[in-house]
């Protein structure tokens, strides 16, 4: 990893010119939109894997993140062929990445929170978004992941868990992407992923649960987020 990005430092200062739509990118073959607690580190670790060092490059958000988010131009290595990480889809990457192929997983929307609010809670500090949970639940001797999560989701107090989907496919719907995945078949998927991008893509179960967690109250909770099941009930 280091040596790669070395070599990523050194070829972005002799060649700092950056994709966009008037100077599109047409070397990338796919890009991997990375929603979080959706088995995206795995994922990275299979492409990683099938494809020389240099040709997956992570948008993250010291790393282009934030540009394609906003549909802004960003550098990229010339030999990358797939573009993996935390940035959402928008209509202007079919210009800046006219070769492109898009590809998303996505997860329950009530699993996807229990697993982003355990993650934090075991980061604490090391996460901004464990600052929303210190203030308005730690800091209150609210404690339980059950009750946190509960909480979140009946009284819709932040967004960021509670409309993760319909924030991330905001400007390009999930249907219109070449290729969804689903956290629950992931076995099967990333098969059926290695025939579209004809590569072989070995199974990397890192942070991967791989039988659906045991969820309290979901029968309760489920409606509280109707909107997020419809984006992503076909898939899942």
Known sequence: MFYKKRIWALEKLVRPRKSCELNPNRNVLWLSYHIPKTAG?????????????????????????????????????????????????????????????????????????YSLVRHLLQLKDTHPQYAFLKENYIDNNVTCIDDIVYDIIVNNSSPIFTRAYARFFSHVPVSDLEFVGSVHNYNRDIIRLSQVMGVELKESFKNVRSNQQKIPNVKVLKPYLKEEYDIVAPYI
Do not use: M
């Open 41 to 113: 580190s795995s994922l990275r670790n299979s492409f990683e894997t099938a494809f020389k060092c240099t040709q997956v490059f992570g948008a993250y958000s010291n790393s282009g993140a934030k540009e394609l988010t906003n549909g802004l131009p960003v550098w990229t290595p010339s030999k990358c062929k797939v573009i993996h990480g935390h940035f959402k889809p928008q209509q202007s990457h079919l210009a800046t990445f006219p070769n492109a192929r898009r590809i998303v997983w996505v997860r329950d929307p009530i699993e996807r929170i």
